[in-house]
Nanobody
Framework: QVQLVESGGGSVQAGGSLKLSCVAP????????MAWFRQAPGKEREGVAT???????SYVDSVKGRFTIFQDNAKNTLYLDMDSLKPEDTSIYYC?????????????????????WGQGTQVAVSS
């Protein structure tokens, strides 16, 4: 059963921007650290960015300086601002949440450690 709901994907040209959103139920949002993952065709799902309740964020090297993860606690919503998009960013993007009791998410892009997932939203970047 899907607990997290992503939106905001689409098609853009290289250099463009997109903003992804992920809404979570309060019982997940306020007890978890959260992350964005992505999966390109034929490739493994990889971590993109994480955010902890203290606001600390981490990013995979390929998106540093271009992507920003942030939250709006009033809306139980996680976001991913993506700028300067490249064709290699083309993927299905997934929102994920991990129980805070399991420790910080910072720098931990380990798929199996996350407890809840969204259904994914497609991002396509053309050259």
């Amino acid at each position: 059963q899907v607990q997290l709901v992503e939106s905001g994907g689409g098609s853009v040209q290289a250099g463009g921007s997109l903003k992804l959103s992920c809404v979570a139920p309060g019982y997940i949002y306020f007890s978890s650290c959260m992350a964005w993952f992505r999966q390109a065709p034929g490739k493994e799902r990889e971590g993109v960015a994480t955010i902890d309740s203290d606001g600390r964020t981490s990013y995979v090297d390929s998106v540093k300086g271009r992507f920003t993860i942030f939250q709006d606690n009033a809306k139980n919503t996680l976001y991913l601002d993506m700028d300067s998009l490249k064709p290699e960013d083309t993927s299905i993007y997934y929102c994920a949440a991990r129980y805070r009791s399991a420790g910080y998410c910072y720098g931990r892009f380990i798929r199996s450690e996350f407890n809840y997932w969204g259904q994914g939203t497609q991002v396509a970047v053309s050259s």
